[in-house]
């Protein structure tokens, strides 16, 4: 992915064998707009590989003003978006928070969910499951989510699935109260 939103596939084992490094395919995702005169984009974070299914996190909406914070957000922004290889989008789910690097496994996407940076939206904080294995949209495929009060800042699952390991940070905010504390959570 790059930072103006654009997500890409190479399909290396081709570039090896013909030695030109071609693009598979290509999607704008979370490509720059203008609101309200301030242009605007999703941050471009992560991008995994979940059992044949290309997946791109968004993150967070910015100004490419420096002088202006963005006015709302970007309607990518704070998403997850997931592909085949041939590039045809299989689902989308609106995060509602920034989401940290996830963890993974053959089976399962693991999401670290911090406040929406625009929206100050805490309610969000967590972990968020998915079983990719399943059909259907995103709804489908979120099969668990567990509430922490401060921010979730990264977490982790056993290569078999059975265990989350989720780390809590205290999110401070503006009129100084803190919420949550610095706790490890262990999911099953």
Request: proline share 4%; net charge negative.
């Amino acid at each position: 992915m790059t930072s103006d939103g654009r997500a890409f596939l190479f399909n290396n084992s081709e570039i090896i064998e013909t030695g030109t490094p071609e693009i598979a395919w290509e999607q704008n995702i979370s490509t720059p707009i203008v609101v309200s005169g301030v242009p605007i984009y999703g941050s471009a974070n992560y991008a995994y590989i979940v059992n044949d299914t290309l997946i791109f996190s968004i993150g967070s909406t910015f100004s490419k003003d420096k002088n202006k914070d963005a006015p709302f957000e970007h309607p990518s922004g704070n998403s997850l978006f997931a592909y085949d290889y041939e590039g045809n989008l299989l689902w989308k789910w609106k995060i509602d928070g920034y989401a940290g690097e996830c963890a993974r496994n053959d089976r399962y996407l693991v999401i670290p969910l911090a406040q929406n940076l625009v929206t100050e939206d805490r309610s969000v904080h967590g972990v968020y499951v998915f079983d990719v294995s399943k059909s259907g949209g995103a709804s489908s495929r979120l099969i668990q989510t567990y509430n922490t009060e401060g921010i979730t800042v990264s977490a982790d699952i056993s290569p078999d699935g059975r265990y989350i390991a989720a780390l809590e940070a205290p999110g401070r905010l503006e009129d100084g109260t803190v919420l949550g504390e610095y706790k490890v959570h262990v999911l099953t």
